[in-house]
Structures are given as structure tokens and as C-alpha cells.
């Protein structure tokens, strides 16, 4: 099984974001299908060097060595087809990128855009507060930037 720690910097990256988080009874079980398809997953009959989490109950990390093999658009389609299949399931989006999730002290908030830039307007969040980009796309991206101060990210434009 492929683990985060084994996978180099290089590994492609892909966050998808909850529009509300997962219910913690829930994270057991999306975690488990998550890390069975990429365990399963493929692209032209070569097995991925694949890995899936989730994080803050909110977000779902799928991880390719693409060293080994690319993730192709076939297989891609795949991934998508997955999230799809657990945002029935569990009754979220996963593809609302109009959705933003920031923390303040230990705890991860998810707001819909409008709301994001009321906060700030309201100086609830500002330029120091931590915002999570999920528009990182390796894992040393990831290890060093998906969480910035909202000075730093793209969701300053935002706002």
C-alpha cells in the first residue's frame, strides 16, 4: 500500500473540498473508500502508485506518482466518477470551488464565497487569518502552501 511518507514531492495532487463537513462517524468510512480506490486505481491497464485521505473532515486528497505512470483523462474520469459516487452518498459537493475554508484557532470553517468576503468586511477573518488553497497540485506544494495566510493566497481577490 502507498503511504503519504513515500510518495516524493513530485506526486500529482488533488484536493476536493466538502461544502460542509463530513460527519465524524462518516470519515471512517470515506477514508477507507477512498484509500481502496486508489489502491484500485489505474490508467491503461497500469496500476497507480496512488494514495487518498481525508482531511479535516472536510477535504479529499488523492495523491499519483506520476513517475511511474501518468494519470491519464480515462483515468481521471475515474476519480471523478468516485468523488461523484460519495457526494450522493454522503450528501455533499465536492466541486463547488466557490466554497472556502479557513481556520481559526484548531477549528476549520467552510463558507460559500458572498459569506467568506462578509467576514472580512466585517473583520471576522483578515489578511493574517489561515486559508486553505486548494488549488495546490504536488505534494511539496501541498506540504509547504496548501495552508497561507489569506494575504498570501488567491482568495485575497476574493475579498
Not at 471512517?28 to 487518498?52: D, E, M, T, V, Y
Not at 452518498?89 to 481556520?103: A, I, T
Amino acid at each position: 500500500m502507498t503511504t503519504y511518507d513515500t510518495l516524493p514531492d513530485t506526486t500529482r495532487v488533488w484536493v476536493y473540498q466538502a461544502n460542509r463537513p463530513f460527519r465524524p462517524e462518516d470519515v471512517p468510512g470515506i477514508r477507507q473508500k477512498a484509500q481502496a480506490f486508489a489502491q484500485s486505481w489505474i490508467s491503461h491497464n497500469r496500476q497507480l502508485r496512488a494514495h487518498a485521505d481525508v482531511l479535516h473532515n472536510r477535504f479529499i486528497l488523492l495523491m499519483v506518482d506520476e513517475s511511474q505512470a501518468d494519470a491519464s483523462g480515462c483515468s481521471i474520469d475515474k476519480s471523478v466518477y468516485f468523488l461523484k459516487q460519495l457526494q450522493a452518498e454522503y450528501g455533499v459537493d465536492l466541486f463547488d470551488r466557490m466554497v472556502f475554508s479557513y481556520k481559526q484557532g484548531d477549528e476549520v470553517f467552510t463558507v460559500p464565497r458572498e459569506e467568506f468576503a462578509r467576514l472580512y468586511q466585517e473583520g471576522k477573518i483578515n489578511d493574517d487569518t489561515l486559508v486553505f488553497d486548494t488549488l495546490v497540485n504536488t505534494k511539496e506544494a501541498l506540504d509547504q502552501s496548501w495552508v497561507k495566510p489569506l494575504s498570501q493566497s488567491w482568495h485575497k481577490r476574493m475579498v
